[in-house]
């Protein structure tokens, strides 16, 4: 395993990717390249590359959109 991130990203100005390089700190769920705490998102217990993330809330994620507030729920159905 990598022990660097092997994210690239690609400047407008060329068409060379800059690898990342930063030390990883996990390993996409989906597509298993190594990952840096910058490049690391979290989602539904796993950790993903940014484009995997996309992806992933895109078609797979089952993750619900928070509600901590409750009272929105409490609002009295009387008009
Ligand atoms: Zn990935
Ligand atoms: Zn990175
Ligand atoms: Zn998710």
Do not use: N
């Not at 979290?42 to 993903?48: K, L, M, Q, T």
């Amino acid at each position: 395993m990598s022990q660097f991130c092997q994210i690239e990203y690609v400047s407008s100005d060329s068409d060379i990717g800059m690898p990342c390089g930063k030390t990883a700190v996990a390993k996409c769920a989906d597509c298993g390249a190594a990952i840096c705490s910058d490049c690391c998102v979290e989602c539904c217990g796993d950790s993903f590359c940014e484009l995997c993330y996309d992806y992933h809330v895109t078609h797979s994620c089952v993750r619900k959109p928070v509600q901590t507030d409750q009272r929105t729920q409490d609002r009295t159905e009387a008009a």
